[in-house]
Protein backbone atom coordinates (compact mmCIF):
# COMPACT_ATOMS: atom_id res chain seq x y z
CA UNK A 1 0.00 0.00 0.00
CA UNK A 2 1.31 3.46 -0.84
CA UNK A 3 0.64 6.36 1.42
CA UNK A 4 -0.02 9.78 1.23
CA UNK A 5 2.67 12.23 0.69
CA UNK A 6 3.31 15.46 2.26
CA UNK A 7 4.55 18.58 0.76
CA UNK A 8 7.91 19.64 3.21
CA UNK A 9 9.03 23.15 2.67
CA UNK A 10 12.16 24.37 4.04
CA UNK A 11 11.39 28.67 5.07
CA UNK A 12 15.17 30.21 5.40
CA UNK A 13 16.55 33.73 5.94
CA UNK A 14 19.56 34.11 4.02
CA UNK A 15 21.25 37.32 4.58
CA UNK A 16 21.70 39.78 8.19
CA UNK A 17 18.49 41.30 8.92
CA UNK A 18 16.81 40.50 12.25
CA UNK A 19 13.59 40.12 11.67
CA UNK A 20 11.45 37.10 11.21
CA UNK A 21 8.11 38.08 11.36
CA UNK A 22 6.91 37.89 8.26
CA UNK A 23 8.90 34.19 7.42
CA UNK A 24 6.95 33.01 10.55
CA UNK A 25 3.53 33.84 9.57
CA UNK A 26 4.41 32.18 5.93
CA UNK A 27 5.54 29.14 8.08
CA UNK A 28 2.36 29.40 10.18
CA UNK A 29 0.20 29.44 7.11
CA UNK A 30 2.01 26.79 4.81
CA UNK A 31 1.88 24.41 7.90
CA UNK A 32 -2.48 24.97 8.83
CA UNK A 33 -2.76 24.11 4.99
CA UNK A 34 -1.07 20.79 5.77
CA UNK A 35 2.55 21.08 4.96
CA UNK A 36 5.10 20.35 6.83
CA UNK A 37 7.44 23.35 7.61
CA UNK A 38 10.77 23.19 8.38
CA UNK A 39 11.98 26.61 9.74
CA UNK A 40 15.65 26.98 9.78
CA UNK A 41 15.76 30.62 11.65
CA UNK A 42 17.65 34.06 10.98
CA UNK A 43 21.30 34.62 9.35
CA UNK A 44 21.66 31.55 7.16
CA UNK A 45 24.31 31.34 4.42
CA UNK A 46 23.15 30.00 0.94
CA UNK A 47 25.77 26.80 1.82
CA UNK A 48 23.78 26.45 5.31
CA UNK A 49 20.37 26.52 3.23
CA UNK A 50 20.85 23.92 1.06
CA UNK A 51 22.81 21.34 2.69
CA UNK A 52 19.55 21.57 5.23
CA UNK A 53 17.37 21.36 2.37
CA UNK A 54 18.96 18.59 1.16
CA UNK A 55 19.01 16.59 4.85
CA UNK A 56 15.21 17.52 4.97
CA UNK A 57 15.00 16.20 1.34
CA UNK A 58 11.99 19.16 1.00
CA UNK A 59 10.37 19.84 -2.48
CA UNK A 60 10.67 23.29 -1.86
CA UNK A 61 12.42 25.99 -0.37
CA UNK A 62 11.35 29.37 0.57
CA UNK A 63 13.58 32.29 1.07
CA UNK A 64 12.62 35.17 2.76
CA UNK A 65 15.11 38.51 2.88
CA UNK A 66 14.29 42.52 4.07
CA UNK A 67 17.77 43.57 3.69
CA UNK A 68 18.62 43.85 0.18
CA UNK A 69 21.07 41.15 -0.51
CA UNK A 70 18.44 39.09 -2.70
CA UNK A 71 20.91 39.71 -6.32
CA UNK A 72 23.35 37.70 -4.60
CA UNK A 73 22.30 35.36 -2.25
CA UNK A 74 19.15 34.18 -4.14
CA UNK A 75 21.14 33.36 -7.22
CA UNK A 76 23.90 31.81 -5.01
CA UNK A 77 21.52 29.06 -3.27
CA UNK A 78 20.12 28.42 -7.03
CA UNK A 79 23.98 27.62 -8.14
CA UNK A 80 24.84 25.35 -5.17
CA UNK A 81 21.65 23.14 -5.92
CA UNK A 82 22.46 23.00 -9.30
CA UNK A 83 26.41 21.93 -7.96
CA UNK A 84 24.64 19.21 -5.50
CA UNK A 85 22.34 18.10 -8.47
CA UNK A 86 19.23 19.05 -6.18
CA UNK A 87 18.10 21.91 -8.77
CA UNK A 88 14.54 19.90 -8.78
CA UNK A 89 14.07 21.43 -5.46
CA UNK A 90 11.30 24.88 -6.12
CA UNK A 91 12.59 27.73 -4.82
CA UNK A 92 10.49 30.65 -4.22
CA UNK A 93 11.65 33.92 -2.67
CA UNK A 94 9.76 36.69 -0.57
CA UNK A 95 10.19 40.07 1.51
CA UNK A 96 11.37 43.27 0.03
CA UNK A 97 12.45 43.04 -3.31
CA UNK A 98 12.18 45.70 -5.77
CA UNK A 99 10.01 45.24 -8.95
CA UNK A 100 12.79 46.08 -11.75
CA UNK A 101 14.66 43.15 -9.81
CA UNK A 102 12.09 40.13 -10.15
CA UNK A 103 12.65 39.67 -14.03
CA UNK A 104 16.60 38.61 -13.23
CA UNK A 105 16.17 36.45 -10.06
CA UNK A 106 13.37 34.79 -12.16
CA UNK A 107 15.94 34.39 -14.74
CA UNK A 108 18.52 32.96 -12.70
CA UNK A 109 15.90 30.26 -11.37
CA UNK A 110 13.68 32.10 -8.38
CA UNK A 111 10.37 29.79 -9.41
CA UNK A 112 8.47 33.56 -7.84
CA UNK A 113 8.65 36.16 -5.83
CA UNK A 114 6.62 37.48 -3.64
CA UNK A 115 6.39 40.91 -2.43
CA UNK A 116 5.14 42.21 0.57
CA UNK A 117 1.16 42.08 0.68
CA UNK A 118 0.52 38.83 -1.11
CA UNK A 119 -1.78 36.48 0.40
CA UNK A 120 -0.29 33.68 1.90
CA UNK A 121 -3.22 31.92 0.23
CA UNK A 122 -1.90 32.78 -3.07
CA UNK A 123 1.55 31.03 -1.73
CA UNK A 124 0.16 28.22 -0.71
CA UNK A 125 -1.93 27.72 -4.09
CA UNK A 126 1.36 28.25 -5.70
CA UNK A 127 3.61 25.53 -3.79
CA UNK A 128 0.11 23.15 -4.17
CA UNK A 129 0.29 23.63 -7.76
CA UNK A 130 4.20 23.93 -8.63
CA UNK A 131 4.84 20.66 -6.35
CA UNK A 132 4.77 17.52 -8.04
CA UNK A 133 3.52 15.01 -5.15
CA UNK B 1 23.65 6.66 -6.52
CA UNK B 2 21.69 3.54 -5.74
CA UNK B 3 19.81 4.01 -1.99
CA UNK B 4 21.52 0.92 0.07
CA UNK B 5 25.00 1.48 -1.10
CA UNK B 6 24.39 5.43 -0.95
CA UNK B 7 23.46 4.92 3.00
CA UNK B 8 26.04 2.37 3.97
CA UNK B 9 28.33 4.95 2.68
CA UNK B 10 26.65 7.68 4.46
CA UNK B 11 25.49 9.70 2.01
CA UNK B 12 22.77 11.84 2.82
CA UNK B 13 20.84 12.42 -0.01
CA UNK B 14 20.24 8.40 0.11
CA UNK B 15 19.54 8.60 3.47
CA UNK B 16 16.97 11.73 3.69
CA UNK B 17 15.28 9.96 0.37
CA UNK B 18 14.77 6.68 2.34
CA UNK B 19 13.33 8.64 5.19
CA UNK B 20 11.07 10.46 2.66
CA UNK B 21 10.12 6.81 1.05
CA UNK B 22 9.32 5.85 5.08
CA UNK B 23 7.38 8.55 5.80
CA UNK B 24 5.03 8.33 3.35
CA UNK B 25 4.80 4.67 3.68
CA UNK B 26 5.93 3.77 0.02
CA UNK B 27 6.24 0.14 -0.92
CA UNK B 28 10.11 0.29 -1.87
CA UNK B 29 10.98 1.60 1.98
CA UNK B 30 10.27 -1.83 3.21
CA UNK B 31 12.19 -3.97 0.99
CA UNK B 32 15.04 -1.27 1.19
CA UNK B 33 14.96 -1.73 5.31
CA UNK B 34 14.97 -5.39 5.09
CA UNK B 35 17.95 -5.18 2.92
CA UNK B 36 19.67 -2.53 5.79
CA UNK B 37 18.75 -4.61 8.67
CA UNK B 38 21.78 -6.44 9.21
CA UNK B 39 23.86 -3.18 8.99
CA UNK B 40 22.40 -1.93 12.48
CA UNK B 41 22.49 -2.34 15.85
CA UNK B 42 25.70 -0.60 16.05
CA UNK B 43 24.70 3.45 17.33
CA UNK B 44 23.41 4.04 20.59
CA UNK B 45 20.46 5.73 20.52
CA UNK B 46 19.89 8.32 23.23
CA UNK B 47 16.01 10.07 23.44
CA UNK B 48 16.06 13.81 24.67
CA UNK B 49 12.60 14.61 25.86
CA UNK B 50 10.85 17.19 27.94
CA UNK B 51 8.49 19.96 27.76
CA UNK B 52 8.14 22.05 24.98
CA UNK B 53 10.39 25.01 25.34
CA UNK B 54 12.78 23.20 28.03
CA UNK B 55 15.85 23.51 26.13
CA UNK B 56 15.91 20.18 24.43
CA UNK B 57 17.45 21.10 21.01
CA UNK B 58 19.75 23.79 22.44
CA UNK B 59 21.33 20.91 24.02
CA UNK B 60 21.47 18.13 21.41
CA UNK B 61 23.15 21.45 19.70
CA UNK B 62 26.10 21.42 22.09
CA UNK B 63 25.95 17.75 23.01
CA UNK B 64 26.25 17.02 18.92
CA UNK B 65 29.65 18.95 18.87
CA UNK B 66 30.70 16.68 21.95
CA UNK B 67 30.40 13.48 20.41
CA UNK B 68 32.12 15.43 17.33
CA UNK B 69 35.20 16.11 19.09
CA UNK B 70 35.66 13.06 20.32
CA UNK B 71 35.23 12.06 16.73
CA UNK B 72 32.07 10.47 16.75
CA UNK B 73 29.17 10.51 14.02
CA UNK B 74 25.89 11.82 14.73
CA UNK B 75 22.03 11.88 13.87
CA UNK B 76 19.65 13.68 14.76
CA UNK B 77 15.77 13.00 14.92
CA UNK B 78 13.94 15.78 16.05
CA UNK B 79 9.74 15.11 16.19
CA UNK B 80 7.56 17.75 16.45
CA UNK B 81 3.36 16.97 16.87
CA UNK B 82 1.66 17.17 13.23
CA UNK B 83 -1.72 19.28 13.72
CA UNK B 84 -4.56 16.95 14.47
CA UNK B 85 -6.61 19.58 12.08
CA UNK B 86 -4.09 20.24 8.95
CA UNK B 87 -1.67 17.13 8.77
CA UNK B 88 1.11 19.96 9.12
CA UNK B 89 3.54 20.58 11.49
CA UNK B 90 6.29 23.77 12.26
CA UNK B 91 9.15 21.87 12.67
CA UNK B 92 11.79 24.66 14.45
CA UNK B 93 14.41 22.54 16.14
CA UNK B 94 17.11 23.49 13.16
CA UNK B 95 16.68 26.81 14.74
CA UNK B 96 19.21 25.75 17.55
CA UNK B 97 21.28 23.74 15.93
CA UNK B 98 22.20 26.05 12.51
CA UNK B 99 26.32 25.38 13.86
CA UNK B 100 25.83 21.65 13.03
CA UNK B 101 24.62 21.73 9.46
CA UNK B 102 27.93 21.76 7.61
CA UNK B 103 29.44 19.18 9.47
CA UNK B 104 30.14 16.35 7.56
CA UNK B 105 29.62 13.80 10.60
CA UNK B 106 26.02 15.17 11.59
CA UNK B 107 22.96 14.86 9.62
CA UNK B 108 19.68 16.15 11.25
CA UNK B 109 16.38 15.43 9.80
CA UNK B 110 13.34 17.20 11.28
CA UNK B 111 9.62 14.73 11.39
CA UNK B 112 6.30 15.61 12.01
CA UNK B 113 4.49 12.86 14.55
CA UNK B 114 2.20 12.23 11.03
CA UNK B 115 -0.45 9.35 12.11
CA UNK B 116 0.95 8.78 15.64
CA UNK B 117 -1.74 9.20 18.31
CA UNK B 118 0.43 11.50 20.66
CA UNK B 119 2.96 8.75 20.39
CA UNK B 120 5.90 8.69 18.11
CA UNK B 121 5.29 7.13 14.40
CA UNK B 122 6.33 3.94 12.82
CA UNK B 123 8.76 6.26 10.83
CA UNK B 124 11.02 7.57 13.40
CA UNK B 125 11.37 3.78 14.37
CA UNK B 126 12.89 2.95 10.17
CA UNK B 127 14.50 6.44 10.30
CA UNK B 128 16.41 5.48 13.33
CA UNK B 129 17.52 2.47 11.45
CA UNK B 130 18.56 3.70 8.49
CA UNK B 131 21.32 6.23 10.30
CA UNK B 132 22.51 3.50 12.26
CA UNK B 133 23.00 1.60 9.13
CA UNK B 134 24.67 4.77 7.91
CA UNK B 135 27.30 4.43 10.24
CA UNK B 136 26.28 7.28 12.91
CA UNK B 137 27.81 6.09 16.11
CA UNK B 138 24.93 8.22 18.02
CA UNK B 139 21.34 9.05 17.44
CA UNK B 140 20.09 11.67 19.29
CA UNK B 141 16.02 11.59 19.24
CA UNK B 142 14.39 15.00 20.49
CA UNK B 143 10.54 14.47 21.69
CA UNK B 144 8.30 16.86 23.03
CA UNK B 145 7.38 15.28 26.08
CA UNK B 146 3.52 15.38 25.73
CA UNK B 147 1.21 12.30 26.84
CA UNK B 148 2.56 9.22 25.02
CA UNK B 149 5.67 9.79 23.09
CA UNK B 150 7.29 10.40 27.02
CA UNK B 151 6.74 6.47 27.72
CA UNK B 152 7.17 5.60 23.55
CA UNK B 153 11.09 6.76 23.70
CA UNK B 154 11.63 4.20 25.74
CA UNK B 155 10.45 1.60 22.57
CA UNK B 156 13.13 4.24 20.40
CA UNK B 157 16.18 5.07 23.15
CA UNK B 158 18.95 2.85 24.93
CA UNK B 159 19.06 6.00 27.11
CA UNK B 160 16.67 8.36 27.67
CA UNK B 161 17.42 11.94 29.33
CA UNK B 162 14.81 13.71 30.64
CA UNK B 163 14.52 17.69 30.30
CA UNK B 164 12.83 20.14 33.02
CA UNK B 165 13.53 23.43 34.08
CA UNK B 166 12.53 25.48 37.45
CA UNK B 167 9.48 27.05 37.61
CA UNK B 168 8.08 23.91 36.95
CA UNK B 169 7.20 23.85 40.43
CA UNK B 170 4.12 21.72 41.47
CA UNK B 171 4.52 20.34 37.87
CA UNK B 172 6.87 18.20 38.93
CA UNK B 173 4.47 16.03 41.40
CA UNK B 174 1.77 15.98 38.69
CA UNK B 175 4.66 14.37 35.82
CA UNK B 176 3.53 10.62 36.37
CA UNK B 177 5.05 7.83 38.01
CA UNK B 178 5.89 6.26 34.62
CA UNK B 179 7.65 9.18 33.23
CA UNK B 180 9.99 9.84 35.86
CA UNK B 181 10.99 5.90 35.70
CA UNK B 182 11.56 6.28 32.27
CA UNK B 183 14.43 8.79 32.66
CA UNK B 184 17.81 7.37 32.89
CA UNK B 185 19.08 10.55 33.57
CA UNK B 186 17.37 14.24 34.61
CA UNK B 187 18.75 17.09 33.00
CA UNK B 188 17.84 20.31 34.90
CA UNK B 189 18.29 22.73 32.05
CA UNK B 190 17.68 26.41 32.48
CA UNK B 191 19.87 26.30 35.38
CA UNK B 192 20.98 29.99 35.12
CA UNK B 193 17.23 31.07 36.61
CA UNK B 194 15.93 30.97 40.25
CA UNK B 195 14.69 27.45 41.38
CA UNK B 196 16.99 24.83 39.83
CA UNK B 197 18.17 23.97 43.60
CA UNK B 198 14.74 23.46 44.54
CA UNK B 199 13.37 20.99 41.21
CA UNK B 200 16.74 19.00 41.51
CA UNK B 201 14.93 18.75 45.44
CA UNK B 202 11.38 18.17 44.04
CA UNK B 203 12.81 15.26 41.72
CA UNK B 204 14.82 13.82 44.47
CA UNK B 205 11.81 13.32 46.72
CA UNK B 206 9.76 12.49 43.24
CA UNK B 207 12.08 9.37 43.28
CA UNK B 208 12.49 8.65 46.63
CA UNK B 209 8.90 7.75 47.10
CA UNK B 210 8.14 6.36 43.43
CA UNK B 211 11.09 4.43 42.52
CA UNK B 212 12.04 0.80 43.13
CA UNK B 213 14.35 1.07 46.27
CA UNK B 214 17.22 -1.28 44.92
CA UNK B 215 17.55 0.65 41.28
CA UNK B 216 20.66 2.97 41.13
CA UNK B 217 19.47 6.61 40.92
CA UNK B 218 19.49 7.80 37.91
CA UNK B 219 22.00 10.78 37.98
CA UNK B 220 20.29 13.97 38.13
CA UNK B 221 22.45 17.23 35.94
CA UNK B 222 22.57 20.99 35.96
CA UNK B 223 22.32 22.50 32.29
CA UNK B 224 22.52 25.69 30.60
CA UNK B 225 21.29 25.64 27.08
CA UNK B 226 22.08 29.11 26.20
CA UNK B 227 25.79 28.75 27.06
CA UNK B 228 26.84 24.93 27.03
CA UNK B 229 27.34 25.41 31.14
CA UNK B 230 27.10 21.27 31.83
CA UNK B 231 26.92 20.06 28.85
CA UNK B 232 30.87 18.52 29.60
CA UNK B 233 29.25 16.64 32.34
CA UNK B 234 26.34 15.79 30.67
CA UNK B 235 28.14 13.87 28.13
CA UNK B 236 30.21 12.07 30.67
CA UNK B 237 27.06 10.95 32.05
CA UNK B 238 25.84 9.72 29.27
CA UNK B 239 29.11 7.69 28.47
CA UNK B 240 29.12 6.32 32.11
CA UNK B 241 25.98 5.21 31.67
CA UNK B 242 26.30 3.45 28.60
CA UNK B 243 29.21 1.58 30.17
CA UNK B 244 27.21 0.17 32.72
CA UNK B 245 23.88 -0.89 30.50
CA UNK B 246 26.82 -3.10 28.21
CA UNK B 247 28.77 -4.19 30.72
CA UNK B 248 25.43 -5.46 32.69
CA UNK B 249 23.72 -6.96 29.96
CA UNK B 250 20.86 -4.52 29.95
CA UNK B 251 21.53 -2.98 26.66
CA UNK B 252 21.22 -6.42 24.91
CA UNK B 253 17.99 -7.16 27.43
CA UNK B 254 16.51 -3.67 26.21
CA UNK B 255 17.13 -4.11 22.82
CA UNK B 256 15.47 -8.08 22.86
CA UNK B 257 12.35 -6.13 24.21
CA UNK B 258 12.05 -3.46 21.44
CA UNK B 259 12.52 -6.34 18.66
CA UNK B 260 9.89 -8.00 20.52
CA UNK B 261 7.45 -5.12 20.49
CA UNK B 262 8.30 -4.29 16.87
CA UNK B 263 7.63 -7.86 15.66
CA UNK B 264 3.91 -7.84 17.64
CA UNK B 265 3.28 -4.15 15.86
CA UNK B 266 4.57 -5.65 12.21
CA UNK B 267 2.36 -8.90 12.83
CA UNK B 268 -0.65 -6.64 13.97
CA UNK B 269 0.02 -4.49 11.00
CA UNK B 270 0.40 -6.27 8.40
CA UNK B 271 -2.33 -9.03 9.21
CA UNK B 272 -5.09 -6.10 9.94
CA UNK B 273 -4.42 -4.80 6.53
CA UNK B 274 -4.50 -8.66 4.64
CA UNK B 275 -7.60 -9.02 6.51
CA UNK B 276 -9.24 -5.70 6.07
CA UNK B 277 -8.73 -5.90 2.76
CA UNK B 278 -9.47 -9.94 1.44
CA UNK B 279 -12.71 -9.26 3.98
CA UNK B 280 -13.78 -5.79 2.88
CA UNK B 281 -17.44 -6.55 1.54
CA UNK B 282 -17.94 -8.80 4.23
CA UNK B 283 -17.04 -5.87 6.66
CA UNK B 284 -19.49 -3.48 5.21
CA UNK B 285 -22.18 -5.88 5.11
CA UNK B 286 -22.04 -6.68 8.69
CA UNK B 287 -21.43 -2.45 9.51
CA UNK B 288 -25.20 -2.52 8.01
CA UNK B 289 -26.21 -5.62 9.95
CA UNK B 290 -24.36 -4.05 13.29
CA UNK B 291 -26.29 -1.13 12.91
CA UNK B 292 -29.43 -2.73 12.43
CA UNK B 293 -28.78 -5.03 15.66
CA UNK B 294 -28.84 -8.07 13.39
CA UNK B 295 -25.86 -8.66 14.90
CA UNK B 296 -23.14 -7.60 17.74
CA UNK B 297 -19.58 -6.62 16.52
CA UNK B 298 -17.89 -8.82 18.53
CA UNK B 299 -20.01 -12.10 17.12
CA UNK B 300 -18.87 -10.14 13.32
CA UNK B 301 -15.00 -9.76 14.50
CA UNK B 302 -14.81 -13.52 15.66
CA UNK B 303 -16.91 -14.64 12.64
CA UNK B 304 -14.06 -12.76 10.26
CA UNK B 305 -11.35 -13.98 11.80
CA UNK B 306 -12.09 -17.78 11.92
CA UNK B 307 -13.25 -17.65 7.80
CA UNK B 308 -9.68 -15.71 7.62
CA UNK B 309 -7.44 -18.57 9.51
CA UNK B 310 -3.79 -19.02 8.20
N1 LIG C 1 17.67 31.27 30.16
C1 LIG C 1 17.83 30.15 29.49
N2 LIG C 1 17.23 29.98 28.31
C2 LIG C 1 17.42 28.81 27.63
C3 LIG C 1 18.25 27.79 28.16
N3 LIG C 1 18.24 26.75 27.27
C4 LIG C 1 17.45 27.13 26.24
N4 LIG C 1 16.97 28.38 26.46
C5 LIG C 1 16.05 29.11 25.58
O1 LIG C 1 14.77 28.51 25.64
C6 LIG C 1 14.11 28.60 24.39
C7 LIG C 1 13.68 27.22 23.91
O2 LIG C 1 14.82 26.45 23.63
P1 LIG C 1 14.78 25.16 22.69
O3 LIG C 1 16.13 24.55 22.73
O4 LIG C 1 14.22 25.49 21.37
O5 LIG C 1 13.73 24.27 23.51
P2 LIG C 1 12.94 22.92 23.09
O6 LIG C 1 11.58 23.33 22.66
O7 LIG C 1 12.88 22.11 24.34
O8 LIG C 1 13.73 22.26 22.01
C8 LIG C 1 15.09 29.28 23.45
O9 LIG C 1 14.77 30.64 23.39
C9 LIG C 1 16.43 29.06 24.12
O10 LIG C 1 17.38 30.05 23.79
C10 LIG C 1 18.87 28.00 29.43
O11 LIG C 1 19.58 27.16 29.96
N5 LIG C 1 18.64 29.20 30.04
MG1 LIG D 1 13.12 21.60 20.10
Redesign the pocket.
Known amino acids: MTGSKTIRVLIAKPGLDGHDRGAKVIARALRDSGMEVIYTGLRQTPEQIVEAAIQEDVQVIGLSILSGAHNFLFPRVIELLKEKNAEDILVIGGGVIPEEDIPGLKKAGIKEIFTPGTPTSAIVEFIKNNVKV | MDIVPGILKGDKRSIARLITLIENQADEARDLLKQLYKFTGNAITLGIT ?10 VNFLAKKFRENNKKVGVIAIDPTSPFSGGALL ?2 R ?2 MQDLTLDDGIYIRSMGSRGALGGLSRASYDAVKVLDAAGMDYIII ?1 T ?1 GVGQSEVDIIKLADIVAL ?1 LIPGMGDEVQAIKAGVMEIADIFVV ?5 DGADRLITEIQMNLDLNQDKNKVKPPILK ?5 GEGIADLYKTIIDVQKQLQDSGMLTNKRKTRINQELQELIREIHLKQIISSFETQIRIFTEKALNKEIDPYSAAVYILENAKL
Open positions: GPPGAGKSSIGDIREVVNKSDMTVGTT
